[in-house]
């Protein structure tokens, strides 16, 4: 079985400051891990994804995530947050399909 | 290249009315998936088809069903609709699930 736990509903950011949503996860064996943002009234978007490889991973609009495997978790990064960013962010875990977390909602306030 | 195609976008629907919902992946891809996605409950897994073959399901009655054509594109049918299937459904499409996930834009159904 494999799930994904968001813990956050909601992160609130100062414009400039750093961010973090944080993502852990349980699977058998090893997991590929993602990162979706959803704007309203749209599908998600993909961010990034961990397979193997270097545990820090960058991925679209200066976004990156530590994948963690002693802690199980894979938390989203960025140094300097935009009010732009403020939208929904999804874990996801993929394994025979894949699950998503409950969402954070970033909102980055000016 | 075109991305995931979802029709319609707003459905509006009666209880106890049935709903077809259509998606066409992105060309190339092999492997379908189906959300459901509500304020409350979050993004839901529905079903999976890869090859005209539904390969995972969720936890959903089988009110929910879906098929897959040999051109790869899927459709989702509910029939005897409930007040609580309103909601945003995602379609999805990947050539593997190391590439990840490309979504549509959901179709949004109301039932009343």
């Known amino acids: 079985a494999q799930s994904v736990a968001q813990p956050e509903d909601q992160v609130n950011v100062a414009e400039g400051n750093p961010l973090t949503v944080k993502c852990t996860y349980s699977?058998?064996?090893?997991?590929?891990l993602f990162w979706y943002v959803q704007y309203p009234n749209r599908g998600l978007q993909f961010l990034l994804k961990?397979?193997?490889?270097?545990?820090l991973v960058k991925g679209s609009y200066g976004f990156e995530a530590e994948f963690n495997k002693s802690q199980t978790s894979f938390h989203l990064k960025k140094p300097s947050a935009l009010v732009s960013d403020s939208a929904l962010y999804f874990c996801?875990?993929?394994?025979?399909?894949?699950?998503f977390g409950a969402g954070t909602r970033l909102t980055v306030k000016p | 290249k075109a991305g995931v195609t979802q029709t319609p976008r707003y459905l509006i629907k009666t209880r106890g009315q049935q709903v077809t919902l259509s998606c066409s992946p992105i060309s190339g891809h092999r492997s379908v998936s189906w959300y459901q996605q509500t304020p409350g409950q979050g993004l839901q897994f529905l079903f999976e088809?890869?090859?005209?073959?539904?390969?995972n399901k969720g936890n959903f009655p089988g009110r929910f069903s879906g098929r897959q054509f040999s051109n790869s594109r899927s459709e989702m049918n509910v029939s005897t609709l409930e007040l609580g299937d309103s909601a945003l459904y995602l379609c999805?499409?990947?050539?593997?699930?190391?590439?990840?996930?490309?979504f549509g834009s959901g179709t949004r159904l109301t039932v009343v």
């Open positions: 699977v058998s064996g090893n997991p590929y």
């Open positions: 088809y890869f090859s005209e073959t539904q390969r």
């Open positions: 961990y397979i193997t490889g270097d545990n």
């Open positions: 999805a499409s990947s050539s593997g699930s190391s590439y990840g996930y490309t």
């Open positions: 996801a875990v993929s394994l025979n399909d894949m699950r």
